[in-house]
């Protein structure tokens, strides 16, 4: 939680030049805050060039007074040069745990004296450099830096860059070395065009691996993890696996038995991969998190997988992503999305849903909103964005609130929410005492259901964060309202006491980076 002092020091900051970055630097040493606002610090050098001025940044970072733990220059146009400076900081600052680099012109020059930061620099558990100029040198380094660090559970990205061959395979050492907890090379090599299957040479003890978007099909992914017991969690998406090529992913969940999230996201799986698609949730009854979205699955790949819910008992999957995948086959046929919503009434595992772009309308809402209204639902957060949904849809998901307990985060982002279902919606935060988060972004709410919103959030006392930005009302008076509701000027009570809304409302582009951080923050919390 950032506290008034905190957002007036970032004030502060954002007001200062870049060519004051000294200035802010002393000023963090001088007053002692706490990370919270060095986070927002870091935000704010995130935002502006700093490439001229990074001398000065580096013998601030070196200073001991700089208890800074997150450095974060993404976007920020660095070079070999730069880089080279921050890796002093690296070894000077035992602080630093997390950097982020991605985006910046970093070539192999860089990478070599980044290498020898992470090497020296025990502290250092998180480093970024995606999207940069990497080569197969600059890998070679970071491997032989991995395999000579006295610590271990270091998170590497190199997603992005063209390390090749060569840099794939220098690899294959530092992986087993056990230091290496997570390594991302998403889009490095083109598996399409090799003779060999280069990441097969990964035999490791890795927890996490990332080979997105590297054109593999599923009979190379499954030599790949023969070799991977220890894998907590694999992303895969975007490659080449279809129909036959899942099925080669399924036979190797035998050898993963310690794989708990999996990401096969944007494969053409198509819907004749029912039968596989449905194994995963038998195979390994460890996962939690899956991750299906922009598979081409259809009605009868969700039945399927309605079916493999309801008969695995054991099952402990949390997240479940179903975005983009034509389950009510263009709004024709709704069977798929019912037997989904009739197998979460009797499943108690299954926590989040997200179920977006997949043109529920308001005939999908029926079987959502009876599930909401079900005891035995247990399901915390529900993603319906770009779903086609009507007024009446929404109204019906609106109703369905107020008989439910559990649910803490809802998202009709991008549908037809008007002022009659924003009014229902008031009503529903009236009577609901579970819901945290709920997002609108982007419907056809005007004044009288802003009001209808607003007047409810001064009876709420458990909504914490709310979405409007993107609707039919002007922001600027809506944020007046908002105001005289917070300085006791707004809607009084039977009693005569003047209500306080306590939840935090977005209303502006700009805010939006508060939603992400409030779910990335709750779904830690799930």
Known sequence: MITSKMRACATWVQQRECGHLDDVFAFIGTENVKEDLLALVSDYLEAKPV???????????????????????????????????????????????HVDLACNNIGDDGAVALANGIGTASQLIYLDVAWNRVGPQGAVAFAQAVESRTADKLELVLSGNNIGCSGVLAFRSASKSGRLHALKLGITHDGSNSEENIFELLNSRLKVLSLASNKLDGREINQVLRSMSSLVELELQNNLIGKAGLKHIVRVLDFLPSLEQLDLSHNDLGEEAIDAVAEIFTKNTQLRNLNLAGCCLGRKACQGIASAIMKNSQLRLSLLNLASNNLCNHGLSYDGIIDLAASLRSTSSIRQLILERNQIRTAGCWPLASMLRSF??????????????????????????????????????SNMV?????????????????????????????????????????????????NLIMNEFDPDEARQQLQKHRSGKGFCDQR???????????????????????????????
């Open 418 to 466: 008007d002022a009659s279902s924003a009014s229902a919606f008031g009503g529903a935060l009236e009577v609901n005492t579970s819901l945290l988060a709920l997002d609108l972004e982007n419907n056809d709410i005007d004044e009288t259901g802003f009001e209808a919103l607003s007047s409810a959030l001064c009876k709420n006392q458990t909504l914490r964060l709310m």
């Open 51 to 97: 490439l001229p001025l990074m001398s000065t940044l580096v013998a601030n970072l070196c200073h001991s007074s700089v208890q800074l733990s997150h450095l974060r220059l993404c976007r920020q146009q660095l070079d070999d040069s730069a880089a080279s400076l921050l890796a002093k900081s690296l070894i000077d600052n035992t602080a630093i745990t």
């Open 376 to 413: 035995s639902c247990t399901l915390l957060m529900l993603d319906l964005s770009s779903n086609e949904i009507s007024s009446t849809g929404a109204i019906t998901i609106a109703k369905a609130l107020q008989q439910n307990s559990i649910l803490l985060a809802l998202s009709l982002r």
């Open 496 to 526: 005569g006491e003047y209500e306080e809304i306590h939840a935090e409302v977005l209303l502006n582009n700009c805010e939006r980076v508060n939603w992400s951080k409030f779910l990335r923050g709750l779904h830690v919390r799930v």
